[in-house]
T-cell receptor
Framework: NAGVTQTPKFRILKIGQSMTLQCTQD?????MYWYRQDPGMGLKLIYY???????DKGEVPNGYNVSRSTTEDFPLRLELAAPSQTSVYFC????????????FGDGTRLSIL | AQSVTQPDIHITVSEGASLELRCNYS??????LFWYVQSPGQGLQLLLK??????LVQGIKGFEAEFKRSQSSFNLRKPSVHWSDAAEYFC????????????FGQGTRLTINP
């Protein structure tokens, strides 16, 4: 039972490059989320999705894009990497209702140089 | 808007000692409250949650938390800590309706002295 799987685990980008952080879950969860975690800070919501084809902005969406073509996958795209996007990124998923806990992946550590 | 404050950035306790991690929240109605634990290099794992009913909730690994509406608090406790409890602990508050958009506190790092 894999749960939430994120790839890659580590990545170094140059300023201006683009990349996609992959996230897939095998729990048939409707809701999926992307967070970023900066040093000494809690997690901040970037984007979320309540089902295939539906996405919405969270607290810090600028500089990111998402898509949700399937229930399982929720990739996060950085189009023009900036040093401020250096962070650890976590993907999470949950069942439909708001009282269900979120299940987290192990994170992607991204450095922009 | 929801917000969460964890007043203690770093706490050190001796193995076998009791533990209390503080969490204060701000929300306009009865919230959904969560405690998560993060080990180094790992994602977050749910320890326990409060939605309604009994204000003292039990979680995994021997943790419990008490919801106090009058104090807007949801403190995490454990009667006797183990070295394996060393980790980062996050309190989070969620909206009662709609997508579960959690707001996290900044976390409390727990160090265990042998």
């Amino acid at each position: 039972n894999a749960g939430v799987t994120q790839t890659p685990k580590f990545r170094i980008l140059k300023i201006g490059q683009s990349m996609t952080l992959q996230c897939t879950q095998d729990m048939n969860h409707n809701y999926m989320y992307w967070y970023r975690q900066d040093p000494g800070m809690g997690l901040k919501l970037i984007y979320y999705s309540v089902g295939a084809g539906i996405t919405d902005k969270g607290e810090v969406p600028n500089g990111y894009n998402v898509s949700r073509s399937t229930t399982e996958d929720f990739p996060l795209r950085l189009e023009l990497a900036a040093p401020s996007q250096t962070s650890v990124y976590f993907c999470a998923s949950s069942k439909g209702s708001s009282n269900q806990p979120q299940h987290f992946g192990d994170g992607t550590r991204l450095s922009i140089l | 808007a929801q917000s969460v404050t964890q007043p203690d950035i770093h706490i050190t306790v001796s193995e076998g000692a009791s533990l209390e991690l503080r969490c204060n929240y701000s929300y306009g109605a009865t919230p959904y409250l969560f405690w998560y634990v993060q080990s180094p290099g790992q994602g977050l794992q749910l320890l326990l949650k409060y939605f309604s009913g009994d204000t003292l909730v039990q979680g995994i690994k021997g943790f419990e938390a008490e919801f106090k509406r009058s104090q807007s608090s949801f403190n995490l406790r454990k009667p006797s800590v183990h070295w394996s409890d060393a980790a980062e602990y996050f309190c989070a508050v969620g909206a009662v309706q709609g997508a579960q958009k959690l707001v996290f506190g900044q976390g409390t790092r727990l160090t265990i002295n042998p």
